[in-house]
């Protein structure tokens, strides 16, 4: 009779644990941010609204970089392009009690400002961009495109890396802008170690620029990007072009292209644990949020132990 109770006691031990109390996790809120910049497209001199919420504990400021284009790659502020996150420069914006925050970005205000493809990041905490990733914060990102004040502004192209360095079998990004209306493609070439003198494309190293053979990219509302899997190149420095017509390095100032180059190095081997996740995503968090509820297989597993113990103690009777 005496099993036979505790039996009952843990059958209903077991059915309170898991029907009684409603829920056998607790309820976690992951903290988030967003950002929400008033326009996709600007020209220099506008003042362009960027709003957002942040929905952290006690979030006082959020902090934004500007990112792109030749500028410093762990980020700088959107009122100087000369402070850098590095330095412990940033822009602070303050979060009202409601969890928004708005600023007003006055692209006139800005001096030195290149037309070009640029991204505008949001964190929860003054990061700079290069180890923003792993750094705990909430971030987000936007890209948005600079464009020239004056349509009849002087030829232009532009390249930049994103990073600037890169392991070998780490991708990079090759973004730019260009306000030549009639060209549709940019085409791109690299030179550097073990590569014909005048370039070859960023795909196939074997072939030349020489005999025609560039990588082309579409050109959308005036930028471009090109993504380059670096597993294709040995370590060493490389310089990447970008220009308005096919022609190669040493037709290149003659050819009445215009054209823009940038300079990377790739160091070491492949990394086995190398990620494919660049700046410039949007709508996003940059850290992965641990449960602190107690697993339901924990205390599934105790209550089976429990009515296992019972049940033993009544086939003994």
Same mark, same amino acid.
């Given at each position: 009779?005496?099993?036979?109770?505790?039996?009952?006691?843990?059958?209903?031990? =077991?059915?309170?644990?898991?029907?009684?109390?409603?829920?056998?996790?607790?309820?976690?809120?992951?903290?988030?941010?967003?950002?929400?910049?008033?326009? #996709?497209?600007?020209?220099?001199?506008?003042?362009?609204?960027?709003? @957002?919420?942040?929905?952290?504990? !006690? /979030?006082?400021?959020?902090?934004? =970089?500007?990112?792109?284009?030749?500028?410093?790659?762990?980020?700088?502020?959107?009122? !100087? =392009? !000369?402070?850098?996150?590095?330095? @412990?420069?940033?822009?602070?914006?303050?979060?009202?009690?409601?969890?928004?925050?708005?600023?007003?970005?006055?692209? /006139?205000?800005?001096?030195?400002?290149?037309?070009?493809?640029?991204?505008?990041? /949001?964190?929860?905490?003054?990061?700079?961009?290069?180890?923003?990733?792993?750094?705990?914060?909430?971030?987000? #990102?936007?890209?948005?495109?600079?464009?020239?004040?004056?349509?009849?502004?002087?030829?232009?192209?532009?390249?930049?890396?994103?990073?600037?360095? /890169?392991?070998? %079998?780490?991708?990079?990004?090759?973004? @730019?802008?260009? !306000?030549?209306?009639?060209?549709?493609?940019?085409?791109?070439?690299?030179? +550097?170690?073990?590569?014909?003198?005048?370039?070859?494309?960023?795909?196939? =190293?074997?072939?030349?620029?020489?005999?025609?053979?560039?990588?082309?990219?579409?050109?959308?509302? +005036? #930028?471009?990007?090109?993504?380059?899997?670096?597993?294709?190149?040995?370590?060493?420095?490389?310089?990447?072009?970008?220009?308005?017509?096919?022609?190669?390095?040493?037709?290149?100032?003659?050819?009445?292209?215009?054209?823009?180059?940038?300079?990377?190095?790739?160091?070491?081997?492949?990394?086995?644990?190398?990620?494919?996740?660049?700046?410039?995503?949007?709508?996003?968090? %940059?850290?992965?949020?641990?449960?602190?509820?107690?697993?339901?297989?924990?205390?599934?597993?105790?209550?089976?132990?429990?009515?296992?113990?019972?049940?033993?103690?009544?086939?003994?009777?």
């Amino acid at each position: 009779m005496k099993n036979t109770k505790g039996a009952i006691l843990a059958i209903a031990i =077991l059915f309170f644990l898991l029907y009684g109390t409603g829920t056998v996790t607790a309820e976690t809120h992951d903290p988030s941010i967003t950002m929400v910049p008033g326009k #996709s497209e600007a020209v220099i001199g506008e003042t362009i609204t960027i709003t @957002g919420t942040i929905d952290r504990v !006690n /979030a006082v400021n959020t902090y934004l =970089l500007l990112s792109g284009n030749g500028l410093d790659e762990d980020g700088v502020t959107m009122v !100087n =392009l !000369n402070y850098k996150a590095s330095e @412990g420069r940033f822009t602070e914006v303050p979060v009202k009690s409601d969890g928004k925050w708005i600023y007003q970005w006055n692209t /006139a205000y800005i001096g030195g400002f290149t037309p070009g493809q640029y991204t505008i990041y /949001a964190m929860s905490g003054p990061v700079k961009l290069t180890e923003l990733k792993n750094s705990g914060e909430i971030y987000t #990102s936007s890209s948005i495109i600079i464009k020239p004040a004056s349509t009849e502004s002087e030829p232009l192209i532009t390249i930049t890396a994103s990073p600037s360095g /890169a392991v070998k %079998g780490n991708p990079v990004r090759f973004t @730019g802008y260009s !306000n030549e209306v009639n060209n549709a493609i940019i085409y791109l070439f690299i030179t +550097g170690p073990g590569i014909d003198e005048d370039g070859a494309p960023l795909g196939d =190293l074997s072939a030349k620029a020489s005999e025609g053979r560039f990588s082309e990219v579409q050109l959308t509302g +005036g #930028s471009y990007l090109y993504t380059w899997d670096t597993s294709v190149v040995p370590p060493g420095e490389y310089t990447v072009y970008a220009v308005t017509g096919p022609e190669n390095l040493s037709k290149l100032d003659t050819s009445g292209n215009i054209y823009a180059k940038v300079s990377l190095k790739v160091t070491g081997e492949p990394s086995i644990t190398a990620g494919t996740e660049m700046p410039g995503t949007t709508s996003s968090t %940059g850290t992965e949020q641990n449960s602190a509820s107690t697993p339901l297989s924990l205390i599934s597993t105790a209550c089976a132990l429990m009515l296992g113990f019972a049940v033993f103690g009544i086939s003994r009777k």
